[in-house]
């Protein structure tokens, strides 16, 4: 029957691609023995899986996938980086790249009837040699169509090759060990262009065929060479350098491990990842498989890379159950396997008709396939493994089948579990169940064995019971290993787990604190400061799950001050901190703290009253320095506890000067406080007086004046008294203190009379208190509004003159220039009052001239009809007229004196009426300067100046109508009047 193909994975099954020219064949899986596997398929079609699918569902650890190409005669097979290069009994060869399967490359290149002996391809996939049975060899780069001869290797049958695992270069095979079918060792290097670079026999083991062969280099010396090499009875290890043949001429005896029996398909395999270092090796021998670990240190020639060697029997044979057994298989005696494959955990075996799977760790068959194979033309011949894709073949004669392994480190963990290897368990358990297991087998362990610290550590890691767990340290006396479980424990809890993590804490807490007094009490120094750390540490890490108030009263219940102050340090609880070193004494620990600190100003105002009593200096310098802005009027009270010492400068008025020059503080009660400091320090006024001069007080004078009249502060008295505009006052007191403090005082007022009635108090006080007669002569002199005769009513009534006689000639002669200076202003002021009467009589008689046909600037009528004005500007107005446009722009006052001037015009014009002859007329003496003027005219005079003052059209009020509107914004007339009309 013909099916079609499903393409699988690259590197898994993409060989299956080759459907369209071969008849697919199904995967087929028999765990046990089996009649006859092909019998089997035709039941197996209806419920075909892909290999994917099959994978992941079949429970087998590995299970073997047939690719659906059947090779005629296939001798030889090697799969690399997904290369796949077959040998065929007719002398061809197949290559084929799993990436691109349709471009399948059947290559004709040896003479008729010579048949291929081996091939060999190097990791990469680069780099293939051909052996023949001729004894030729052939090489075939990945970008040739053929391949070329190797005439140096003529003669040579290569049975192994050691290719170097860490070449990348594809233009080179870089250095090659080849082992010959004689036993001979040759180094070889090939070009990409076939060039033979180099070849030359080694070494020569003279044991038959070199059935195994290879080389790594050492990770920390790039020239040092470990090479392995294995007959059919023996294995081989040389180490050396730098050279190979330094390497196999060494004087050192090299490591030989004989078997007995001999295998003639002798196989030789190495286990590393990702072409890593190897780890683990495996030779197919004839007692069975030889394996163990390899180790690359510092092994010197002669020394051996292999450790931890065993030889591993191979198992028997299963064979079908007779009628009379009921389940189960028999064993035979072992038949020999015909290749090896060598995984991370298991050994794979091929023998002509089955596949099986040993594991490395127990040694047991963990999968078996029977496939009813082993006939002429149908046997299985090998196995390949493709290093970089990790993939695994095995092959027959006229067959090929991948395998799948599927999980195959399923149950490593358990295995290394059991051999007691928790750390290898643990790095293979795939559920959090199965490290659990783990763990809790390795805390046993180690409890059994008394280690008690590392069974706590893993069993805070297991989900064993809590109480369970914590009971049995409890019930040995194990503390500390119970404090190493329950810190295992806080470590292993989610972020959840809220309260279980502030008990454990807590717990915890407790366990350190009776240990800190234990080795307090036992003087154990160096384990005590080492444990105090230890905690300290863990309360830095642990402090948002712990409670505060529950670990505060813990540690002060167990007198442990200075885990206390790390505690509340940690917490940013200063306020506890700077109250225990208080109650300690400790006041300059206590500032500090006060002064690191940044989040509150409070604890200033708390603490400083009392720090200050202790540490004022101190103190003092934190407030100046402060974080957190300070507000000085609550400090005060701080200030206020303060007891200066004579000896030293007061903190009080240093903190305050610092507020009020550096920091420009204006408030008050700080400047009333700083000037009862000053007003209390003794035989030294020279501070407050200073203050009192500030330019810009901010203290209250009534204050200033009652403190210092109660300390006698007498010169900051008169200050104050200056200052607060009482200069009677202060030169009064200042005469009881200083005669130049009262004289620099009674020049201060700026009214003559008050300045001259000081000078007068200072002038008395001198002559009749002092009898000084000179000197208050002497104040003539320094205030020029004392006169002699000002001072004389002080002087006695017997004196003689000749004391003052200088001064009152002196005055006299002033007396006299001033009346002389008198006159001359006298004559002056006569004679400009007469020039101005003169003036005005000439304006009087001022006349212009106004034609019959004259219009009012105003009205537009004549002007003649009735009474106007004539401006020198010719503008001529009708006085009503005038009158009504120059009242709009008159003040309330002015409009006022108009309407008054106006009514007493019209009274004094009726009364002129009824008597005449009671009014006088203007200039009726005759004279010149006669110029007195009736009430009439007075009245129109005065209305000329209010009405007629300037022209209106030329005069301010014009300038000023230059910012008026031209309409009244209320009138909606003449808002509209202004309105363009349509169009425009």
């Known amino acids: 029957k013909n099916y079609s193909c499903e393409l699988v994975d690259k590197g898994v099954g993409s060989i299956m691609s080759l459907m369209d020219q071969f008849e697919r064949e199904t995967a087929y899986n028999v765990r046990g023995p089996a009649s006859d596997p092909y019998d089997q398929i035709d039941q197996m079609l209806e419920t075909i899986r892909t290999p994917s699918a099959t994978a992941h569902l079949d429970t087998n650890m590995f299970s073997l996938e047939r690719v659906n190409y059947r090779p005629k005669g296939l001798v030889e097979m090697r799969v690399c980086s997904n290369l796949v290069v077959m040998a065929l009994d007719n002398g061809h060869l197949i290559r084929l790249n799993l990436d691109a399967p349709q471009d399948l490359e059947d290559i ?53 090759l050691a290719w170097d695992m860490q070449n990348s270069d594809k233009s080179s095979t870089s250095e090659i060990l080849v082992g010959g079918q004689d036993g001979r060792i040759f180094e ?20 038959g065929s070199v059935r195994g062969l290879h080389y790594e280099r050492f990770p920390s010396e790039p020239n040092k060479f470990f090479v392995m090499a294995t007959t059919s009875s023996r294995i081989y290890q040389f180490i050396g350098g730098p050279t ?16 007995p029996g001999e295998l003639p398909h002798s196989e030789l395999r190495f286990f590393s990842k990702n072409l890593g270092m190897p780890r683990h090796f495996a030779w197919l021998s ?29 198992p028997g044979e299963a064979t079908q159950p007779s009628a009379k057994e009921k389940g189960g298989y028999t064993q035979q005696a072992p038949s020999l396997p015909v290749s090896l494959g060598l995984t991370e955990f298991h050994f794979l075996l091929v023998y002509e008709d089955r596949f099986l799977s040993i594991s490395l760790l127990n040694n047991q068959v963990v999968y078996e396939e029977m496939l009813g194979r082993g006939g002429p033309g149908s046997r299985l011949v090998g196995m390949t493994q493709d290093l970089i894709a990790n993939t695994t073949w095995v092959y027959g004669e006229d067959v090929i089948f991948q395998v799948l392994p599927n999980q195959e480190d399923r149950f490593v963990w358990r295995l290394y579990l059991d051999k007691g290897l928790f750390e290898e368990a643990l790095q293979h358990c795939k559920t959090p169940q199965q490290r659990d297991t783990v763990w809790t087998a390795q805390a046993d362990s180690y409890f059994a064995k008394h280690v008690y610290g590392l069974a706590a550590e893993y069993y805070g890691k297991t989900n064993k019971s809590f109480e369970e767990v914590a009971l049995k340290f409890i019930e040995i006396n194990e503390r500390e290993a119970l404090k190493t479980f329950l810190m295992a424990k806080l470590r292993s809890l989610g972020p959840q787990d809220v309260t279980q993590k502030t008990a454990i804490c807590t717990w915890v807490t407790e366990i350190y604190l009776n240990k800190l007094n234990q080795l307090k009490n036992a003087n154990l120094g160096d384990q005590h400061e080492m444990l105090r750390e230890e905690f300290e540490t863990f309360l830095s890490d642990n402090l948002e799950h712990m409670d505060k108030h529950t670990t505060i009263n813990l540690i002060q219940s167990h007198g442990r001050g200075e885990e206390f102050i790390v505690f509340c340090t940690l917490l940013g609880d200063s306020e506890r901190v700077i109250d225990y070193y208080i109650q300690d004494k400790q006041f300059e620990r206590a500032i500090t703290v ?19 009593a202790h540490k004022p200096q101190y103190i003092v310098h934190a407030w100046m320095n402060a974080n957190v802005p300070l507000n000085p009027r609550k400090l005060i009270p701080a200030l206020m506890r303060y007891k200066p010492s004579p000896a030293e400068p007061h903190q009080g008025i240093r903190y305050l000067e610092y507020c009020v020059a550096g920091q420009g503080n204006e408030d008050p009660a700080i400047h009333n406080y700083l000037l009862s400091l000053y007003a209390e320090l003794p035989n030294n006024d020279n501070q407050l007086l200073n203050f009192l001069s500030s ?24 200050l104050i008294y200056s200052a607060m505009g009482l200069y009677e006052e202060a030169v009064d007191l200042a005469l009881k203190v200083d005669l130049e403090l009262a004289k620099i005082n009674a020049d201060k007022p700026n009214d003559d009379e008050l300045r001259k009635k000081l000078w007068l108090r200072i002038a008395r006080q001198v002559v009749e208190e002092e009898k000084d007669i000179k000197k208050a002569m002497a104040f003539l002199r320094h205030c020029d509004l004392l006169k ?22 002196s005055s006299l002669e002033e007396y006299n220039r001033h009346i002389e200076e008198l006159k001359v202003g006298m004559d002056d002021a006569t004679k400009s009052a007469n020039l101005i009467r003169m003036d005005i009589k000439a304006l009087r008689n001022k006349y212009g001239f106004v034609g019959g046909s004259q219009k009012c600037d105003l009205c537009n009528y004549s002007v003649l009809s009735r009474l106007f004005y004539l401006f020198p500007c010719q503008h001529v107005f009708h006085a009503d007229c005038l009158r009504r446009e120059v009242v ?59 009405i007629a003052a300037e022209c209106i059209h030329c005069g301010d009020i014009m300038i000023d109508s230059i910012a008026l509107p031209f309409y009244d914004p209320k009138d909606e007339a003449g808002m509209k009047s202004w309105a363009l009309g349509p169009g425009i």
């Open 695 to 718: 330019k810009d007080p901010h203290f209250d004078l009534k204050y200033a004046l009652r403190l210092c009249t109660k300390h006698n502060k007498k010169r900051a008295c008169v």
């Open 788 to 809: 002699i005769e000002d001072i004389l009513p002080f002087f006695p009534d017997f004196v003689l003159i000749d004391d003052f006689k200088e001064e009152i000639c």
């Open 888 to 946: 709009e722009h008159l003040s309330k006052e002015q409009f006022a004196k108009v309407r008054e001037l106006e009514a007493r015009l019209v009274r004094a014009e009726a009364d002129y009426r009824e008597k005449p002859t009671s009014f006088p007329v203007s200039g009726d003496s005759g004279s010149a300067l006669d110029v007195s003027l009736s009430p009439i005219d007075q009245c129109k005079a005065e209305l000329d100046d209010l």
């Open 286 to 314: 004839g007692p069975g498989i030889f394996h163990g670990n390899l180790v690359f240190g510092s092994q010197n020639p002669g020394d051996q890379v292999a450790t931890d060697t065993h030889l591993l029997p191979y």
């Open 594 to 612: 006060l002064s690191n600190q940044t989040t509150t100003s409070d604890l200033y105002y708390k603490f400083s009253p009392i720090l200050m």
């Open 108 to 160: 004709e290149f040896a003479r008729k009837g010579e048949l291929i002996h081996s091939i060999h391809v190097d990791p990469t996939g680069t780099h293939i040699i051909i052996s023949m049975e001729s004894r030729e060899c052939w090489y075939l780069h990945s970008s040739w169509p053929k391949p070329r001869i190797l005439a140096r290797w003529r003669g040579i049958v290569v049975d192994s």
């Open 244 to 259: 190979f043949e330094a390497v196999f001429t060494s004087r050192e005896t090299h490591p030989t491990t004989e078997l």
């Open 188 to 207: 070889a290097v090939i070009e990409k262009d076939g060039r033979e670079k180099q070849f030359k026999p080694v070494y020569n083991l003279g044991d």
